[in-house]
């Protein structure tokens, strides 16, 4: 951004786009980011949950027969020949214990790793020793649902997999309307951000979710502003629904007959230089990838009045109506008026060009 110390003027650089056919296919749907280009696990099964630290276990041992290492001679009276151990927790250093086995890593291991390694030691002790690992708590393998759901909570996955909306599910659901909700996933340090409807509707968005990820809902107010000659200036809302740039014109109560020019209807919005590319615009004297637009409607021709109603509005847009010239020259001849009324007969003359000009204006 220059400032110019001399006329005060921000001097920021923008694009100017006449809104048309040509350009109407690259403005037509409001741009939504991805989870599966970001995290990938829209297909295929579901990921394999390793165990973790703070998962409770218990450890089962069977044997071939009788009169081994953990079953006793008359074990002929019992139901089974296994015993159980008492459940225990991975601990801080990813171990867990077994008798005449020792200390066994566990944490970031599938348990079946585990299983074959507790069977390999005991191999030389017990008779034949067949081992069942059994996760009675998975405390390393929630995820934590936050922010606009009915029931913020952390959830257990299960082995089975749970998907981005089956957690969400599981949480309550959203409590906010499903076009204002954006649903963000936090994995190991990266980010990305969906909107909840483009989540529901495309199966190959609804990603795995994986031990340790967060999941932010936030509802986003979708607002855009409108000033100038326009039946209402101010902030307006999109509500539960999608705007259409002729129906954020007729929100916002559409053009003044008396103050309005129609072929001077303007869209500020900042678009990427890569949507820009698109359209064969240089965008090599900007210094970010963020360009300022402005998009022009010239609302004098009839089959802009098609365009605008396919051209989607994104929120934080800012629309601006401008005046007719005759309008601006009205003003001009009223503020003579209020300063001249010494001189003789210049109010007079004032009023009645201001009038004429208001008849030729209309």
């Given at each position: 951004?220059?400032?110019?110390?001399?006329?005060?003027?921000?001097?920021?650089?923008?694009?100017?786009?006449?809104?048309?056919?040509?350009?109407?296919?690259?403005?037509?749907?409001?741009?939504?980011?991805?989870?599966?280009?970001?995290?990938?696990?829209?297909?295929?099964?579901?990921?394999?949950?390793?165990?973790?630290?703070?998962?409770?276990?218990?450890?089962?041992?069977?044997?071939?027969?009788?009169?081994?290492?953990?079953?006793?001679?008359?074990?002929?009276?019992?139901?089974?020949?296994?015993?159980?151990?008492?459940?225990?927790?991975?601990?801080?250093?990813?171990?867990?214990?077994?008798?005449?086995?020792?200390?066994?890593?566990?944490?970031?291991?599938?348990?079946?790793?585990?299983?074959?390694?507790?069977?390999?030691?005991?191999?030389?002790?017990?008779i034949e020793p067949q081992v069942v690992i059994t996760v009675t708590e998975r405390k390393s393998s929630q995820v934590a649902v936050l922010g606009d759901v009915n029931d913020p909570q952390k959830v257990e996955i299960s082995s089975g997999g749970e998907r981005v909306l089956d957690v969400i599910s599981t949480a309550g659901g959203i409590s906010a309307p499903g076009?204002?909700?954006?649903?963000?996933?936090?994995?190991?340090?990266?980010?990305?951000?969906?909107?909840?409807?483009?989540?529901?509707?495309?199966?190959?968005?609804?990603?795995?979710?994986?031990?340790?990820?967060?999941?932010?809902?936030?509802?986003?107010?979708?607002?855009?502003?409108?000033?100038?000659?326009?039946?209402?200036?101010?902030?307006?809302?999109?509500?539960?629904?999608?705007?259409?740039?002729g129906e954020a014109l007729a929100k916002s109560g559409g053009l003044l007959d008396n103050r309005a020019e129609p072929a001077q209807v303007v869209l500020y919005r900042t678009v990427d230089a890569k949507t820009l590319h698109k359209l064969n615009i240089d965008t090599s004297s900007f210094q970010t990838d963020e360009i300022p637009v402005v998009f022009r409607a010239n609302m004098r021709d009839p089959s802009s009045f098609f365009a605008v109603q396919k051209f989607a509005m994104q929120d934080k847009d800012i629309l601006y109506v401008s005046n007719h010239d005759s309008v601006e020259l009205i003003k001009f001849l009223d503020i003579v008026n209020s300063v001249s009324s010494t001189a003789s007969g210049v109010s007079s003359d004032v009023v009645a060009t201001r009038d004429a000009v208001r008849e030729i204006a209309n």
């Open positions: 951004m220059k400032l110019s110390t001399k006329d005060k003027k921000v001097g920021i650089d923008y694009v100017l786009i006449d809104i048309n056919k040509t350009m109407l296919g690259y403005f037509q749907s409001e741009t939504v980011s991805s989870l599966k280009d970001g995290f990938g696990g829209g297909r295929g099964g579901a990921p394999t949950i390793p165990l973790g630290v703070g998962d409770a276990v218990e450890v089962s041992i069977f044997e071939a027969q009788a009169g081994g290492l953990f079953i006793p001679s008359d074990a002929g009276s019992r139901p089974g020949n296994f015993i159980t151990l008492p459940a225990q927790q991975i601990d801080s250093n990813g171990s867990i214990s077994v008798p005449y086995a020792g200390r066994i890593r566990a944490a970031g291991r599938a348990k079946e790793q585990v299983e074959r390694e507790i069977e390999d030691l005991l191999a030389n002790r017990a076009i204002e909700t954006y649903i963000t996933l936090q994995r190991n340090g990266r980010t990305a951000t969906i909107s909840y409807n483009k989540l529901s509707n495309s199966p190959s968005e609804n990603i795995y979710v994986a031990p340790g990820d967060t999941i932010f809902v936030n509802r986003e107010r979708r607002t855009f502003l409108a000033f100038g000659a326009s039946g209402a200036n101010g902030r307006f809302d999109f509500e539960e629904s999608a705007l259409s740039l």
